[in-house]
Nanobody
Framework: VQLVESGGGLVQPGGSLRLSCFAS???????????MGWYRQTPGKQRELVAT???????NYADFVKGRFTISRDNSRKTVRLQMNSLTPEDTAVYYC?????????WGQGIQVTVSS
C-alpha cells in the first residue's frame, strides 16, 4: 500500500490549496478501517497533527487550523483531501498523509506547501 500525495505548491498568503492523498494498492473495505489524516513538519520541529478523520466519525483538527482547513474522505475513491483556506506563512511545511490502524501508523512521502508573497 502506498499513500500518494498531490496538490502542494506555492501560494500567496490568504490563498487556498487542496491536498489529496490516494491509497494505492488498498481495497475499499480495508480503506474504511483506516483513520486517515494529515500531519506537517518544518525543519527542526517535530511532525504535528493537522487533522484526522475516521470512517463514520467527525473529523479531528488541530487548534491552529480550525475554521480554515477541512479534511474529507472519499471511501469509494480511497482518497482523503485537505482543503486549506486563509493560508499564512506559518502554514509553510511538508505535509504528510497518514493512515492508522490501531497503533500502527503509515506515512506518505510528503508534499511541500509554501505560503509566501
Amino acid at each position: 500500500v502506498q499513500l500518494v500525495e498531490s496538490g502542494g505548491g506555492l501560494v500567496q498568503p490568504g490563498g487556498s490549496l487542496r491536498l489529496s492523498c490516494f491509497a494505492s494498492g488498498m481495497i475499499w473495505s480495508t480503506f474504511t478501517m483506516n483513520t486517515m489524516g494529515w500531519y506537517r513538519q518544518t525543519p527542526g520541529k517535530q511532525r504535528e497533527l493537522v487533522a484526522t478523520i475516521a470512517y463514520g466519525e467527525n473529523p479531528n483538527y488541530a487548534d491552529f487550523v480550525k475554521g480554515r482547513f477541512t479534511i474529507s474522505r472519499d471511501n469509494s475513491r480511497k482518497t482523503v483531501r485537505l482543503q486549506m483556506n486563509s493560508l499564512t506563512p506559518e502554514d509553510t511545511a511538508v505535509y504528510y498523509c497518514s493512515r492508522q490502524v490501531d497503533s500502527d501508523i503509515y506515512w506518505g512521502q510528503g508534499i511541500q506547501v509554501t505560503v509566501s508573497s
